[in-house]
T-cell receptor, first 115, second 116 residues
């Protein structure tokens, strides 16, 4: 069974440009999460989808970030316009079971560098 | 506020010796606790979790962790370290009683280095 995949693995853009990150969850997982790790600090939650609906987006830093999950399969995270402080590693995770004891399985991450 | 602390940025252990990676947490309710590992150029891999029941939890690659409610700790342990255990380890907590219970709260990570 394939794990969580993310594309691209690396992205280098200039300040003010737009970047779109993609996450493909494990097949059959209704729950999809986005996290990011900035400047080697803690990994922080961004948002949670259940199928195509945003269940919790309390971690989204500002309105430059837009996440979508059309059709309840893959998800995209768009940053527009990108700022220097957006640099970091963006992780996607998915889980199958409902409830809070479920295990979240993470992808390899997308390393975003904003110059 | 919910939080996780990993007091050691780096832990160095000789191969074959026991290892401990420390973690303490602060939540308002009963915690769900997790350990993840990140190998170089790889994503986060799930190691083990504590939900309820036996305080000693066994996970992948011979790792185990002990939940201690009185000390609010969830230290990761392994009886005999391998060089291949060298990686970045993250402790994490989920608080079902929290208004934003979807999210996992991570510690800052501990780099484990096993010398031959």
């Amino acid at each position: 069974e394939a794990g969580v995949t993310q594309f691209p693995s690396h992205s280098v853009i200039e300040k003010g440009q737009t970047v779109t990150l993609r996450c493909d969850p494990i097949s059959g997982h209704d729950n999809l999460y986005w996290y990011r790790r900035v400047m080697g600090k803690e990994i922080k939650f961004l948002l949670h989808f259940v199928k195509e609906s945003k269940q919790d987006e309390s971690g989204m830093p500002n309105n430059r970030f837009l996440a979508e999950r059309t059709g309840g399969t893959y998800s995209t995270l768009k940053v527009q316009p990108a700022e220097l402080e957006d640099s970091g590693v963006y992780f996607c995770a998915s889980s199958q079971e409902p409830g809070f004891s479920d295990t979240q399985y993470f992808g390899p991450g997308t390393r975003l560098t904003v110059l | 506020a919910q939080s996780v602390a990993q007091p050691e940025d780096q832990v160095n252990v000789a191969e074959g010796n026991p290892l401990t990676v420390k973690c303490t947490y602060s939540v308002s309710g009963n915690p769900y606790l997790f350990w993840y590992v990140q190998y170089p150029n790889r994503g986060l891999q799930f190691l083990l979790k504590y939900i309820t029941g036996d305080n000693l939890v066994k996970g992948s690659y011979g790792f185990e962790a002990e939940f201690n409610k009185s000390q609010t700790s969830f230290h990761l342990k392994k009886p005999s370290a391998l060089v291949s255990d060298s990686a970045l380890y993250f402790c994490a907590v989920r608080d079902p009683g929290y208004s934003s219970a979807s999210k996992i709260i991570f510690g800052s990570g501990t780099r484990l280095s096993i010398r031959p």
